[in-house]
């Protein structure tokens, strides 16, 4: 049995972990390596990628960077978030701020220390992306529209980093940011849908609190049929492997949520939608293994 000591370590430990969603950094984590290997890289032996000191570090700062952000987004948000999800905070609240800002600083002193260590220009690099985050979470996402587009800027940021370290710029590269924009930002703003009660309670500007939630559905709606032009290009114009399966199913699943986004009502019905659209970005992660089955057997050597 665990003393009453360890217990609350323990339960810290899952605090800290649930603050800076730990599930989300492994994700991305795993999505930067999958994409090195599948899209950027594709030419490279397979122990080359994977083992290569310099991606690595890259992905270790970029998890880093990315922790103090969801950090340093609770700090701003702890009273938003008790009453948009009271049960996460309580467990985040076992955490106390002045922990959470040192956690902050370290993780992104780490982080450019780091970069550094591949180039000058990647410690510039994460130290703006660090700035970046900051300026959202304190200022940026208070801006009805413009808050939801530099979220998503921000999502994807840690992607630029490894397409820069590989200098791969093929078009089907563009194709595949541009789906996934797009996806992350219908997700941003359904979460202003799903949040709304939390933005009104602390005078954030987000679109569904100035505009209502017709206004939001449409922009949302407007973002989902323009997912699917680079969905479809991506089936016709380049060859992605059996990914294909992938980018038809996504069709169907956002033709699907188009029409439950109108039926939606309540906060549970926007919960059901974002947890669709994060179920999509989640499966595309593990779906880039289709591009090619064979070529991690292939590229072993």
Known sequence: MLSRKNKL??????????IIRGYNVLMITLA???A???????????????????????????????SGGYIINSFYDSEKDLINRPRKSMLDR???????????FVFNFLAVLLASYVSFRAALFFSAYIFGIWLYSHKLKKIPFVGNIVSAVLIIAPFFAIFVYYK??????????????LL????????????????LAQNYKTIP?????????????????????????????????????YFNACIFLLLLFLILLWKSETKKDYIWLHNILKFIIVA?????????VDLVLNRIF
């Open 9 to 18: 370590l323990l339960l810290k430990g899952l605090s800290l972990f649930s």
């Open 32 to 34: 930067q390596y999958l």
């Open 36 to 66: 090195s290997i599948y899209i950027l890289a594709p030419d490279l032996p397979l122990r080359k990628v994977v083992f290569d000191p310099n991606l690595f570090v890259l992905v270790l700062a970029s998890a880093l960077v990315i």
């Open 94 to 104: 076992l955490v106390n701020q002045r922990t959470k800002l040192s956690a902050y």
């Open 168 to 181: 791969n710029f093929d078009t089907v590269i563009f194709v595949h940011a541009i789906f996934l924009f």
């Open 184 to 199: 992350i930002l219908a997700r941003e703003m359904i979460k202003d849908m799903e949040n709304i009660t939390g933005d």
């Open 209 to 245: 609190v100035l505009y209502g939630p017709v206004y939001s559905k449409l922009g949302i709606s407007f973002l989902i049929l323009l997912t699917l032009i680079p969905a479809a290009l991506l089936i016709n114009k380049f060859n992605v492997g059996y990914m294909y399966i």
């Open 284 to 292: 595309g992660v593990f779906s880039i293994l289709l591009i090619d």
